[in-house]
């Protein structure tokens, strides 16, 4: 498994983990706390676009960032 594909499944896996959590809460109704069935609903719909954005913009735009030639040199606690 290349290191990419170990990192998205990872990413993946914590924020289908998040959004498991709040899926109990869409069953919740009753009169004393009516509004925690559209609390869990509107956590998951904030959570979808973040979920797109963190495997399509965030890796391209690192990559931008990263993209200048990096100079390797050795620094005092390595210099051995």
Do not use: N
Request: glycine share 4%.
């Amino acid at each position: 498994m290349t290191d990419r594909r170990r990192d998205v499944s990872s990413t993946v896996y914590g924020q289908v983990i998040i959004i498991l959590v709040y899926v109990p809460l869409l069953a919740f109704h009753g009169r004393r706390r009516p509004d925690v069935r559209t609390d869990g609903a509107d956590v998951m719909i904030a959570l979808a676009p973040r979920f797109v954005v963190s495997l399509t913009f965030v890796p391209a735009a690192i990559a931008i960032a990263v993209s200048k030639p990096v100079r390797e040199t050795r620094t005092w606690p390595c210099a051995g």
